[in-house]
């Protein structure tokens, strides 16, 4: 795709994905956030250096059932 693996950060939760930064991009920033709390860190990490490419990857547990109001609050705080 032509990305510079320099040029991205892999967020995840340390929850069923906290090893998938590790299996993709070697080069590139990786960052394991608390149980639930992925969406908020990587609408952080987007809000403060909007020139990077994220990519955030969650599981079920992480998200759907610990971290649902954080995904609706960092819906609605990227959202215009």
């Known amino acids: 795709m032509g990305v510079d693996p320099e040029r991205v ?10 090893k998938t930064p590790a299996y993709f991009l070697s080069r590139s920033h990786s960052f394991n956030a608390c149980m639930g ?10 809000l403060a250096n909007h020139t990077m490419t994220t990519i955030g990857v969650s599981g079920d547990g992480d998200t ?3 971290g649902m109001a954080s995904l609706f609050t960092s819906c609605a705080a990227t959202c215009p």
């Open 64 to 66: 759907a059932s610990i």
């Open 9 to 18: 950060m892999k967020m995840s939760g340390i929850g069923c994905s906290s």
């Open 37 to 46: 709390r992925m969406p908020a860190i990587a609408s952080g990490a987007i």
